[in-house]
C-alpha cells in the first residue's frame, strides 16, 4: 500500500466532507493507480481499518466512512506550519564526527540519515539544527550505530557566522527555490484540471498529481523557524496554494457527489 495512497484518501475526507459512503469512496479510489477493481480498493479501505485512521459506520443499508482523530494526526505530522510555527530559543544545535575513509560506506551511510532528516550540512563533518537533536540522535545510532567522535554540542553563536550564514551555507536554498517555484508554475494547470474533471475518479487523479508536486516541493525543505528563513524563501506561497488547491477538491467533490455533501 503506498503511502501517498493512503494520505491522498484522507485528505479528500478531511477537506471539506466529514463522511464518503461507500459508492463515492469507491469511485475516489478509483483516481489511484492500483486500486481499480473493487476487491482492491476494499484491501485498501480494510488496511485503513486495520491502521485506525479511517472508521465505518452503518446506517440502514448505507456504510459510510470518516477520518479518525488519529487519522488527522497523521495528516498533521506533514504541516509545514508546524516548522514555520515552531519557536526558536536562539541556539544552534549541533553534531561532529569523525568515520575513517575505511569505513566508507558507513559514512555514506550516516550522511543518508543525517540528509533524510533535513540537518544542515555546515562544512565537513558538522551538522546543525535549530531545535534538540537527543531523540533523533537516537533514533539514528539505533539504525546506524555509533561512529567515532561523534558528539553534540550546543551554542549561542558560531564565530564569524552570523545565523542567516549559517542558514544560507547549510542548505541548498536554490535547489529548494526551484523545486518551490515548479509547484507554484504547475498549480494553475492543475486547477483548470480540477475544474474540467467530470467524475470522481477524474478528480483523484488530479487531486493526486497535486499532492506528488506539492510533496517534492519541499523534499529538501528543513521547515526552518520563521525567524531563520532567507528573504526568498516561497515555502508559504506553496502551502497557501495548496490549500486553496484542497478546498476547491472538496467544492468539486460536492458538485459531483451531492449525495456525500449531504453527509
Same mark, same amino acid.
Given at each position: +500500500?503506498?503511502?501517498?495512497?493512503?494520505?491522498?484518501?484522507?485528505?479528500?475526507?478531511?477537506?471539506? &466532507?466529514?463522511?464518503?459512503?461507500?459508492?463515492?469512496? /469507491?469511485?475516489?479510489? +478509483?483516481?489511484?493507480? /492500483?486500486?481499480?477493481?473493487?476487491?482492491?480498493?476494499?484491501?485498501?479501505?480494510?488496511?485503513?481499518?486495520?491502521?485506525?485512521?479511517?472508521?465505518?459506520?452503518?446506517?440502514?443499508?448505507?456504510? *459510510?466512512? *470518516? %477520518?479518525?482523530?488519529?487519522?488527522?494526526?497523521?495528516?498533521?505530522?506533514?504541516?509545514?506550519?508546524? /516548522?514555520?510555527? =515552531?519557536?526558536?530559543?536562539?541556539?544552534?544545535?549541533?553534531?561532529?564526527?569523525?568515520?575513517?575513509?575505511?569505513?566508507?560506506?558507513?559514512?555514506?551511510?550516516?550522511?543518508?540519515?543525517?540528509?533524510?532528516?533535513?540537518?544542515?550540512?555546515?562544512?565537513? *563533518?558538522? #551538522?546543525? @539544527?535549530?531545535?534538540?537533536?537527543?531523540? +533523533?540522535?537516537?533514533? %539514528?545510532?539505533?539504525?546506524? /550505530?555509533?561512529?567515532? =567522535?561523534?558528539?553534540?554540542?550546543?551554542?549561542?553563536?558560531? #564565530?564569524? =557566522?552570523?545565523?542567516?550564514?549559517?542558514?544560507?551555507?547549510? @542548505?541548498?536554498?536554490?535547489?529548494?527555490?526551484?523545486?518551490?517555484?515548479?509547484?507554484?508554475?504547475?498549480?494553475?494547470?492543475?486547477?483548470?484540471?480540477?475544474?474540467?474533471?467530470?467524475?470522481?475518479?477524474? $478528480?483523484?487523479?488530479?487531486?493526486?498529481?497535486?499532492?506528488?508536486?506539492?510533496? =517534492?516541493?519541499?523534499? &529538501?525543505?528543513? &521547515?526552518?523557524?520563521?525567524?531563520?528563513?532567507?528573504?526568498?524563501?516561497?515555502?508559504?506561497?506553496?502551502?497557501?496554494?495548496?490549500?486553496?488547491?484542497?478546498?476547491? $477538491?472538496?467544492?468539486?467533490?460536492?458538485?459531483?457527489?451531492?449525495?456525500?455533501?449531504?453527509?
Amino acid at each position: +500500500m503506498k503511502q501517498l495512497d493512503v494520505e491522498g484518501i484522507l485528505e479528500a475526507l478531511a477537506w471539506g &466532507l466529514d463522511k464518503l459512503s461507500r459508492p463515492t469512496l /469507491g469511485n475516489w479510489l +478509483m483516481g489511484y493507480g /492500483g486500486y481499480s477493481h473493487r476487491t482492491s480498493s476494499d484491501r485498501l479501505i480494510r488496511q485503513l481499518q486495520q491502521r485506525q485512521v479511517l472508521r465505518s459506520a452503518r446506517t440502514g443499508r448505507e456504510l *459510510s466512512f *470518516s %477520518i479518525t482523530d488519529k487519522g488527522r494526526a497523521l495528516l498533521n505530522e506533514g504541516d509545514p506550519q508546524q /516548522g514555520w510555527q =515552531c519557536p526558536w530559543d536562539g541556539n544552534w544545535h549541533a553534531l561532529t564526527f569523525d568515520v575513517p575513509e575505511s569505513r566508507r560506506n558507513d559514512r555514506l551511510s550516516l550522511w543518508k540519515a543525517l540528509r533524510a532528516r533535513k540537518l544542515g550540512f555546515l562544512q565537513r *563533518s558538522i #551538522w546543525v @539544527w535549530p531545535h534538540d537533536l537527543r531523540r +533523533m540522535v537516537k533514533e %539514528i545510532i539505533r539504525v546506524e /550505530g555509533l561512529p567515532e =567522535c561523534f558528539f553534540g554540542f550546543t551554542t549561542r553563536s558560531i #564565530w564569524l =557566522c552570523n545565523d542567516a550564514e549559517i542558514v544560507a551555507s547549510s @542548505w541548498d536554498w536554490e535547489e529548494i527555490g526551484r523545486r518551490h517555484q515548479s509547484y507554484l508554475r504547475q498549480s494553475l494547470s492543475l486547477q483548470r484540471a480540477l475544474k474540467a474533471a467530470s467524475s470522481l475518479e477524474g $478528480v483523484a487523479q488530479t487531486a493526486r498529481v497535486e499532492r506528488t508536486a506539492y510533496v =517534492c516541493a519541499f523534499s &529538501l525543505d528543513p &521547515l526552518l523557524p520563521q525567524k531563520l528563513l532567507p528573504s526568498a524563501y516561497a515555502g508559504q506561497l506553496v502551502h497557501d496554494s495548496h490549500v486553496a488547491f484542497k478546498r476547491a $477538491v472538496a467544492l468539486r467533490l460536492a458538485q459531483l457527489s451531492p449525495e456525500a455533501a449531504r453527509q
